[in-house]
Protein backbone atom coordinates (compact mmCIF):
# COMPACT_ATOMS: atom_id res chain seq x y z
CA UNK A 1 0.00 0.00 0.00
CA UNK A 2 1.32 3.18 -1.18
CA UNK A 3 0.19 5.24 2.41
CA UNK A 4 2.34 2.71 4.67
CA UNK A 5 5.29 2.99 2.68
CA UNK A 6 5.18 6.41 1.31
CA UNK A 7 8.12 9.12 2.26
CA UNK A 8 8.13 12.78 2.44
CA UNK A 9 10.65 13.40 0.14
CA UNK A 10 10.56 11.41 -2.14
CA UNK A 11 7.59 13.44 -4.24
CA UNK A 12 7.16 12.50 -7.34
CA UNK A 13 8.37 15.81 -9.12
CA UNK A 14 6.75 16.10 -12.33
CA UNK A 15 3.25 16.60 -11.28
CA UNK A 16 4.15 19.24 -9.44
CA UNK A 17 7.35 20.95 -11.18
CA UNK A 18 5.90 20.82 -14.47
CA UNK A 19 4.59 19.64 -17.69
CA UNK A 20 4.96 20.23 -21.30
CA UNK A 21 3.02 19.41 -24.61
CA UNK A 22 3.21 18.65 -28.34
CA UNK A 23 0.16 17.47 -29.30
CA UNK A 24 -3.70 18.23 -28.45
CA UNK A 25 -3.77 17.73 -24.79
CA UNK A 26 -6.77 15.41 -23.49
CA UNK A 27 -10.43 16.59 -23.58
CA UNK A 28 -11.22 17.67 -19.73
CA UNK A 29 -14.61 18.32 -18.35
CA UNK A 30 -15.02 19.46 -14.95
CA UNK A 31 -17.98 20.30 -12.55
CA UNK A 32 -18.42 21.25 -9.00
CA UNK A 33 -19.64 17.92 -6.90
CA UNK A 34 -21.20 18.07 -3.89
CA UNK A 35 -20.42 20.56 -1.06
CA UNK A 36 -18.48 22.41 -3.47
CA UNK A 37 -15.80 19.58 -4.66
CA UNK A 38 -14.30 20.28 -7.68
CA UNK A 39 -14.19 17.06 -10.23
CA UNK A 40 -12.48 16.73 -13.81
CA UNK A 41 -13.40 13.77 -16.34
CA UNK A 42 -11.14 12.71 -19.00
CA UNK A 43 -12.93 9.94 -20.96
CA UNK A 44 -10.78 7.41 -22.91
CA UNK A 45 -12.69 4.57 -23.64
CA UNK A 46 -10.03 2.49 -25.30
CA UNK A 47 -10.22 -0.08 -22.13
CA UNK A 48 -12.66 -0.65 -19.65
CA UNK A 49 -10.65 0.75 -17.07
CA UNK A 50 -11.48 3.90 -14.62
CA UNK A 51 -8.94 5.48 -12.68
CA UNK A 52 -9.55 8.27 -9.25
CA UNK A 53 -7.49 10.26 -7.76
CA UNK A 54 -8.84 12.28 -4.38
CA UNK A 55 -6.73 15.20 -3.32
CA UNK A 56 -7.62 16.23 0.16
CA UNK A 57 -6.00 18.96 2.11
CA UNK A 58 -4.75 16.53 5.04
CA UNK A 59 -1.13 16.07 4.40
CA UNK A 60 2.05 15.96 7.22
CA UNK A 61 2.06 19.52 7.38
CA UNK A 62 -1.49 19.47 9.13
CA UNK A 63 -0.41 16.72 11.74
CA UNK A 64 -1.43 18.02 15.54
CA UNK A 65 1.88 19.56 16.93
CA UNK A 66 4.19 17.00 18.63
CA UNK A 67 2.09 14.22 16.62
CA UNK A 68 4.20 13.92 13.33
CA UNK A 69 3.01 11.33 11.43
CA UNK A 70 -0.53 11.33 11.87
CA UNK A 71 -1.68 11.84 8.44
CA UNK A 72 0.35 9.11 7.41
CA UNK A 73 -1.34 6.98 9.69
CA UNK A 74 -4.68 8.11 8.62
CA UNK A 75 -3.86 6.98 5.20
CA UNK A 76 -2.23 3.61 6.03
CA UNK A 77 -5.54 2.64 7.77
CA UNK A 78 -7.61 4.11 4.73
CA UNK A 79 -8.59 0.33 3.56
CA UNK A 80 -8.92 -1.44 6.52
CA UNK A 81 -12.71 -1.85 6.92
CA UNK A 82 -15.98 -0.18 7.04
CA UNK A 83 -18.44 -0.32 9.86
CA UNK A 84 -19.99 -3.01 8.02
CA UNK A 85 -16.73 -5.30 7.34
CA UNK A 86 -13.59 -5.74 9.20
CA UNK A 87 -10.22 -5.31 7.25
CA UNK A 88 -9.96 -9.58 5.81
CA UNK A 89 -13.26 -9.16 4.31
CA UNK A 90 -12.74 -5.44 2.97
CA UNK A 91 -9.66 -6.59 1.68
CA UNK A 92 -10.86 -10.04 0.03
CA UNK A 93 -13.89 -7.88 -1.75
CA UNK A 94 -11.40 -5.40 -2.80
CA UNK A 95 -9.44 -8.47 -4.94
CA UNK A 96 -12.64 -10.04 -5.94
CA UNK A 97 -13.58 -7.45 -7.85
CA UNK A 98 -9.95 -7.35 -9.21
CA UNK A 99 -9.95 -3.26 -7.36
CA UNK A 100 -7.28 -1.15 -6.05
CA UNK A 101 -7.69 1.45 -3.34
CA UNK A 102 -5.31 2.79 -1.04
CA UNK A 103 -4.32 6.56 0.41
CA UNK A 104 -1.07 8.21 0.38
CA UNK A 105 0.21 10.97 2.93
CA UNK A 106 2.80 13.30 0.81
CA UNK A 107 3.68 16.83 2.85
CA UNK A 108 0.60 19.02 2.18
CA UNK A 109 -1.84 16.45 0.62
CA UNK A 110 -4.11 13.14 1.20
CA UNK A 111 -4.61 11.24 -1.74
CA UNK A 112 -7.06 8.07 -2.32
CA UNK A 113 -6.24 5.80 -5.58
CA UNK A 114 -8.99 4.04 -6.93
CA UNK A 115 -8.34 1.82 -10.06
CA UNK A 116 -11.05 -0.45 -11.20
CA UNK A 117 -12.75 -1.91 -14.37
CA UNK A 118 -15.57 -0.36 -15.36
CA UNK A 119 -17.50 -3.23 -14.96
CA UNK A 120 -17.02 -3.01 -11.27
CA UNK A 121 -17.29 0.89 -11.08
CA UNK A 122 -20.39 0.62 -8.24
CA UNK A 123 -18.72 -2.13 -6.12
CA UNK A 124 -15.56 0.32 -6.03
CA UNK A 125 -17.47 3.40 -5.40
CA UNK A 126 -19.35 1.81 -2.69
CA UNK A 127 -15.60 0.36 -0.89
CA UNK A 128 -14.12 4.08 -1.68
CA UNK A 129 -17.10 5.72 -0.06
CA UNK A 130 -16.76 3.16 2.86
CA UNK A 131 -13.03 4.74 3.32
CA UNK A 132 -14.36 8.23 3.30
CA UNK A 133 -17.82 7.97 5.46
CA UNK A 134 -17.57 4.92 7.19
CA UNK A 135 -14.29 4.25 8.05
CA UNK A 136 -13.78 0.93 10.50
CA UNK A 137 -10.44 2.44 12.07
CA UNK A 138 -9.93 -0.37 14.46
CA UNK A 139 -7.33 -0.46 17.23
CA UNK A 140 -6.02 -4.11 16.08
CA UNK A 141 -5.01 -2.29 12.81
CA UNK A 142 -4.07 1.06 14.15
CA UNK A 143 -1.38 -1.10 16.33
CA UNK A 144 -0.36 -2.44 12.86
CA UNK A 145 -0.11 -0.19 11.60
CA UNK A 146 2.05 1.59 14.48
CA UNK A 147 4.27 -1.40 14.02
CA UNK A 148 4.96 -0.68 10.33
CA UNK A 149 5.40 2.99 10.64
CA UNK A 150 8.56 2.35 13.29
CA UNK A 151 10.30 -0.40 11.31
CA UNK A 152 9.93 1.99 8.09
CA UNK A 153 11.64 4.72 10.33
CA UNK A 154 14.66 2.28 11.80
CA UNK A 155 14.77 0.82 8.40
CA UNK A 156 15.06 4.37 6.83
CA UNK A 157 17.82 5.21 9.41
CA UNK A 158 20.17 2.66 7.01
CA UNK A 159 19.81 4.44 4.06
CA UNK A 160 22.52 7.35 3.58
CA UNK A 161 20.25 9.42 1.20
CA UNK A 162 17.04 8.97 3.68
CA UNK A 163 18.98 9.92 6.36
CA UNK A 164 20.96 12.92 4.51
CA UNK A 165 17.39 14.41 3.55
CA UNK A 166 15.98 14.29 6.87
CA UNK A 167 18.49 16.22 8.80
CA UNK A 168 19.13 18.49 5.56
CA UNK A 169 15.31 19.24 5.40
CA UNK A 170 15.48 20.20 9.54
CA UNK A 171 18.31 22.32 8.97
CA UNK A 172 16.52 24.36 5.96
CA UNK A 173 13.14 24.32 7.98
CA UNK A 174 14.14 24.47 11.85
CA UNK A 175 10.82 26.01 12.71
CA UNK A 176 7.84 24.58 10.24
CA UNK A 177 6.34 21.82 9.49
CA UNK A 178 8.28 21.37 6.29
CA UNK A 179 11.08 20.17 8.10
CA UNK A 180 9.45 17.39 9.71
CA UNK A 181 9.04 13.75 7.66
CA UNK A 182 5.51 12.63 6.72
CA UNK A 183 5.92 9.12 9.23
CA UNK A 184 7.06 11.27 11.92
CA UNK A 185 9.22 9.96 14.37
CA UNK A 186 9.45 7.40 17.42
CA UNK A 187 9.30 9.61 19.52
CA UNK A 188 6.46 11.47 17.81
CA UNK A 189 4.76 7.79 16.92
CA UNK A 190 4.52 7.17 20.82
CA UNK A 191 2.11 10.32 21.42
CA UNK A 192 -0.50 9.50 18.50
CA UNK A 193 -3.54 7.62 19.41
CA UNK A 194 -6.23 6.41 17.18
CA UNK A 195 -8.41 8.72 18.69
CA UNK A 196 -6.36 11.54 16.84
CA UNK A 197 -6.11 9.19 13.90
CA UNK A 198 -10.35 9.43 13.91
CA UNK A 199 -10.11 13.19 14.21
CA UNK A 200 -7.61 13.45 11.20
CA UNK A 201 -9.71 11.69 9.06
CA UNK A 202 -12.82 13.35 9.98
CA UNK A 203 -11.19 16.88 9.16
CA UNK A 204 -9.94 15.90 5.92
CA UNK A 205 -12.20 15.02 4.04
CA UNK A 206 -14.01 18.48 3.42
CA UNK A 207 -15.27 18.92 -0.12
CA UNK A 208 -14.62 22.30 -0.33
CA UNK A 209 -11.42 21.72 0.00
CA UNK A 210 -10.93 18.35 -2.40
CA UNK A 211 -10.69 17.54 -5.69
CA UNK A 212 -11.77 14.27 -7.51
CA UNK A 213 -9.61 13.53 -10.99
CA UNK A 214 -11.44 10.72 -13.00
CA UNK A 215 -9.85 9.34 -16.39
CA UNK A 216 -11.55 6.50 -17.88
CA UNK A 217 -14.04 4.68 -19.41
CA UNK A 218 -17.57 6.26 -17.95
CA UNK A 219 -19.01 9.64 -19.54
CA UNK A 220 -20.22 12.61 -17.32
CA UNK A 221 -24.00 11.51 -16.39
CA UNK A 222 -22.33 8.25 -15.27
CA UNK A 223 -19.71 10.40 -13.04
CA UNK A 224 -22.12 12.69 -11.59
CA UNK A 225 -24.40 9.17 -10.66
CA UNK A 226 -21.97 8.06 -8.96
CA UNK A 227 -21.19 10.76 -6.98
CA UNK A 228 -24.51 11.43 -6.14
CA UNK A 229 -25.00 8.11 -5.22
CA UNK A 230 -22.01 7.67 -3.02
CA UNK A 231 -20.22 10.90 -2.00
CA UNK A 232 -23.27 13.24 -1.57
CA UNK A 233 -22.57 12.46 2.67
CA UNK A 234 -19.12 14.10 2.67
CA UNK A 235 -18.91 17.35 4.82
CA UNK A 236 -19.96 20.24 3.04
CA UNK A 237 -17.87 23.05 5.15
CA UNK A 238 -14.45 24.12 4.76
CA UNK A 239 -11.67 21.73 6.24
CA UNK A 240 -11.03 23.06 10.07
CA UNK A 241 -7.39 22.48 9.89
CA UNK A 242 -5.27 24.90 10.37
CA UNK A 243 -3.54 26.78 7.65
CA UNK A 244 0.33 26.05 7.02
CA UNK A 245 2.53 28.62 7.91
CA UNK A 246 4.35 30.70 5.45
CA UNK A 247 8.14 30.63 5.04
CA UNK A 248 10.11 33.49 4.42
CA UNK A 249 10.90 34.20 0.65
CA UNK A 250 14.38 34.26 -0.55
CA UNK A 251 16.91 33.52 2.58
CA UNK A 252 19.69 35.87 2.68
CA UNK A 253 23.18 34.70 1.02
CA UNK A 254 25.47 33.74 3.56
CA UNK A 255 25.22 31.58 6.56
CA UNK A 256 24.89 28.22 4.73
CA UNK A 257 25.81 25.18 7.22
CA UNK A 258 27.17 21.67 6.72
CA UNK A 259 26.49 18.46 8.94
CA UNK A 260 28.34 15.33 8.85
CA UNK A 261 26.53 11.94 9.27
CA UNK A 262 29.09 9.31 9.96
CA UNK A 263 28.63 6.19 8.50
CA UNK A 264 30.61 3.33 7.59
CA UNK A 265 30.15 2.88 4.29
CA UNK A 266 32.05 2.64 0.54
CA UNK A 267 30.62 6.34 -1.05
CA UNK A 268 29.82 9.39 0.61
CA UNK A 269 26.41 10.84 0.14
CA UNK A 270 26.31 14.65 -0.54
CA UNK A 271 23.36 16.74 -0.25
CA UNK A 272 22.73 20.69 -0.73
CA UNK A 273 19.69 22.25 -0.51
CA UNK A 274 18.15 25.74 -0.02
CA UNK A 275 14.65 26.69 0.24
CA UNK A 276 13.21 27.59 -3.68
CA UNK A 277 9.90 28.71 -4.78
CA UNK A 278 6.12 28.04 -4.38
CA UNK A 279 3.69 26.89 -6.95
CA UNK A 280 2.45 30.46 -7.68
CA UNK A 281 5.73 32.21 -7.82
CA UNK A 282 6.01 34.34 -10.85
CA UNK A 283 9.54 32.45 -11.53
CA UNK A 284 8.05 28.96 -11.20
CA UNK A 285 8.97 28.01 -15.58
CA UNK A 286 12.08 29.84 -15.24
CA UNK A 287 13.39 27.91 -11.98
CA UNK A 288 11.85 24.83 -14.35
CA UNK A 289 13.76 25.85 -17.12
CA UNK A 290 17.10 26.72 -15.04
CA UNK A 291 16.59 23.00 -12.60
CA UNK A 292 16.44 21.29 -15.58
CA UNK A 293 19.65 22.47 -17.35
CA UNK A 294 21.48 22.01 -14.11
CA UNK A 295 20.96 18.96 -13.22
CA UNK A 296 17.76 17.49 -14.87
CA UNK A 297 17.38 13.87 -15.94
CA UNK A 298 17.03 13.32 -19.67
CA UNK A 299 20.05 14.75 -21.09
CA UNK A 300 23.72 16.16 -20.50
CA UNK A 301 23.17 18.04 -17.73
CA UNK A 302 25.83 20.89 -16.45
CA UNK A 303 26.62 18.78 -13.63
CA UNK A 304 26.14 15.14 -14.96
CA UNK A 305 28.63 16.37 -17.75
CA UNK A 306 31.30 18.17 -15.44
CA UNK A 307 31.52 16.07 -12.63
CA UNK A 308 30.53 12.52 -13.93
CA UNK A 309 31.67 12.30 -17.29
CA UNK A 310 34.74 14.63 -17.98
CA UNK A 311 36.17 13.47 -14.28
CA UNK A 312 34.37 10.31 -13.82
CA UNK A 313 33.66 11.26 -9.99
CA UNK A 314 30.10 10.10 -9.29
CA UNK A 315 28.18 7.54 -10.94
CA UNK A 316 24.81 9.97 -10.77
CA UNK A 317 24.51 13.76 -9.63
CA UNK A 318 20.91 15.12 -10.54
CA UNK A 319 19.03 18.53 -8.99
CA UNK A 320 15.41 18.71 -8.29
CA UNK A 321 12.66 20.80 -6.61
CA UNK A 322 9.58 20.91 -5.09
CA UNK A 323 7.17 23.86 -5.60
CA UNK A 324 4.63 23.84 -2.82
CA UNK A 325 2.33 26.19 -1.55
CA UNK A 326 4.49 27.68 0.22
CA UNK A 327 8.54 27.96 -0.42
CA UNK A 328 9.33 24.51 -1.41
CA UNK A 329 12.81 22.98 -0.97
CA UNK A 330 15.32 22.57 -3.74
CA UNK A 331 18.09 20.44 -3.62
CA UNK A 332 21.25 18.77 -5.51
CA UNK A 333 22.24 15.19 -5.02
CA UNK A 334 25.22 13.16 -5.69
CA UNK A 335 27.54 10.18 -4.33
CA UNK A 336 30.87 9.65 -4.78
CA UNK A 337 33.95 8.13 -3.43
CA UNK A 338 35.24 9.15 -0.10
CA UNK A 339 38.47 10.32 -0.95
CA UNK A 340 36.96 12.25 -3.67
CA UNK A 341 34.13 14.30 -1.20
CA UNK A 342 36.30 17.16 -1.04
CA UNK A 343 36.83 17.69 -5.08
CA UNK A 344 33.56 16.59 -5.74
CA UNK A 345 31.56 19.41 -3.89
CA UNK A 346 34.14 22.60 -5.00
CA UNK A 347 33.28 21.23 -8.57
CA UNK A 348 29.52 21.53 -7.81
CA UNK A 349 29.61 25.03 -5.94
CA UNK A 350 31.96 26.09 -9.00
CA UNK A 351 28.89 25.02 -11.41
CA UNK A 352 26.47 27.14 -8.84
CA UNK A 353 28.63 30.23 -8.87
CA UNK A 354 29.34 29.99 -13.15
CA UNK A 355 25.39 29.71 -13.48
CA UNK A 356 25.29 33.01 -11.07
CA UNK A 357 28.29 34.88 -13.13
CA UNK A 358 27.45 33.98 -16.52
CA UNK A 359 23.87 32.43 -16.90
CA UNK A 360 23.91 30.33 -20.04
CA UNK A 361 23.85 30.36 -24.10
CA UNK A 362 21.23 30.60 -26.14
CA UNK A 363 22.34 27.33 -27.72
CA UNK A 364 22.12 25.66 -24.35
CA UNK A 365 18.75 27.06 -23.43
CA UNK A 366 17.13 26.04 -26.81
CA UNK A 367 18.29 22.70 -26.37
CA UNK A 368 16.66 22.38 -23.30
CA UNK A 369 13.72 23.90 -24.04
CA UNK A 370 13.46 21.53 -26.99
CA UNK A 371 13.93 18.32 -24.34
CA UNK A 372 10.90 19.61 -22.52
CA UNK A 373 8.65 20.45 -24.48
CA UNK A 374 9.48 17.09 -26.51
CA UNK A 375 9.01 14.70 -23.66
CA UNK A 376 5.60 15.53 -21.88
CA UNK A 377 3.93 12.78 -23.95
CA UNK A 378 6.51 10.38 -21.66
CA UNK A 379 4.17 11.23 -18.71
CA UNK A 380 0.84 10.74 -19.98
CA UNK A 381 1.11 7.09 -21.39
CA UNK A 382 -1.84 5.93 -18.95
CA UNK A 383 -4.69 6.45 -17.13
CA UNK A 384 -3.24 6.51 -13.61
CA UNK A 385 -0.81 9.33 -14.79
CA UNK A 386 -3.41 11.54 -16.05
CA UNK A 387 -5.64 11.15 -13.04
CA UNK A 388 -2.69 12.22 -10.79
CA UNK A 389 -2.07 15.07 -12.55
CA UNK A 390 -5.62 16.94 -13.43
CA UNK A 391 -5.64 15.61 -8.87
CA UNK A 392 -2.74 18.50 -8.64
CA UNK A 393 -3.66 20.82 -11.24
CA UNK A 394 -6.99 20.98 -9.54
CA UNK A 395 -5.98 20.91 -5.63
CA UNK A 396 -2.89 23.92 -6.64
CA UNK A 397 -5.74 25.68 -8.91
CA UNK A 398 -3.58 26.23 -11.60
CA UNK A 399 -6.63 26.53 -13.77
CA UNK A 400 -8.14 24.56 -17.04
CA UNK A 401 -5.81 26.12 -19.43
CA UNK A 402 -2.60 24.61 -17.35
CA UNK A 403 -1.71 22.00 -20.07
CA UNK A 404 -2.68 24.30 -23.01
CA UNK A 405 -0.33 27.18 -22.07
CA UNK A 406 2.92 25.36 -20.60
CA UNK A 407 4.71 24.78 -23.64
CA UNK A 408 4.56 28.68 -24.72
CA UNK A 409 5.58 29.47 -21.01
CA UNK A 410 8.52 27.00 -21.39
CA UNK A 411 9.21 28.94 -24.47
CA UNK A 412 9.06 32.21 -23.18
CA UNK A 413 11.99 31.86 -20.90
CA UNK A 414 14.95 33.84 -21.97
CA UNK A 415 18.82 33.73 -21.24
CA UNK A 416 18.16 37.03 -19.18
CA UNK A 417 15.32 34.59 -16.59
CA UNK A 418 17.75 31.93 -16.36
CA UNK A 419 20.44 34.60 -14.84
CA UNK A 420 18.25 36.61 -13.10
CA UNK A 421 16.94 33.26 -11.23
CA UNK A 422 19.91 32.07 -11.07
CA UNK A 423 21.51 34.82 -8.99
CA UNK A 424 18.15 34.99 -6.96
CA UNK A 425 18.42 31.21 -5.50
CA UNK A 426 21.25 29.40 -6.61
CA UNK A 427 24.34 31.17 -5.19
CA UNK A 428 26.58 28.52 -3.28
CA UNK A 429 26.27 30.94 -0.14
CA UNK A 430 22.48 30.08 0.48
CA UNK A 431 23.00 26.34 0.07
CA UNK A 432 23.27 23.94 3.41
CA UNK A 433 25.15 20.78 2.80
CA UNK A 434 24.63 17.34 4.74
CA UNK A 435 27.59 14.75 3.88
CA UNK A 436 26.86 11.14 4.77
CA UNK A 437 29.76 8.64 5.05
CA UNK A 438 33.15 8.22 6.52
CA UNK A 439 35.17 11.33 7.14
CA UNK A 440 38.21 11.11 4.29
Known sequence: MIGRRFWLFLVGGWLLCGVTVVQATPKVQSFQGPGGMTVFLVESHANPMVEVRLVARGGAAYDPPGKGGVA????????????????????????????????????????????????????????????????????????QAMDEQRAQIIKDQEQPQTRASLRLHRMLYPDHPYGLPVVGTLESLARITLADVRRFQTDAFHTPDMVLAVAGDLDLPRLQGLIDRHLSGLNSQ??????????????????????????????????????????????????????????????NSRLSTEIREKRGLTYGVYSHFVPLSNNGPFFVVMKTKTESTNEALALLNQ?????????????????????????????????????????????YRLGLDYLDKWPDRIRAVTRDDILRVARRLLEPQRFDTVIVGKSP
Do not use: C
Not at 279 to 294: C, E, I, S
Open 72 to 143: SMTAWMFNEGSTEMDSATFQEQLAFHGILLDASATLETLTVRLTTRTEHLEESWSRLADGLLRPRLAEKDFA
Open 351 to 395: ELQRLTQEGVSETELQEVIRYLTGSFPLHLDGLGKISALWGSIGY
Open 238 to 299: PSPLAAIPSVPADPPVGGAKTERIEMDLPQTTLLLGTIGIRRQDPDYYAFYVLNQLLGGAGL
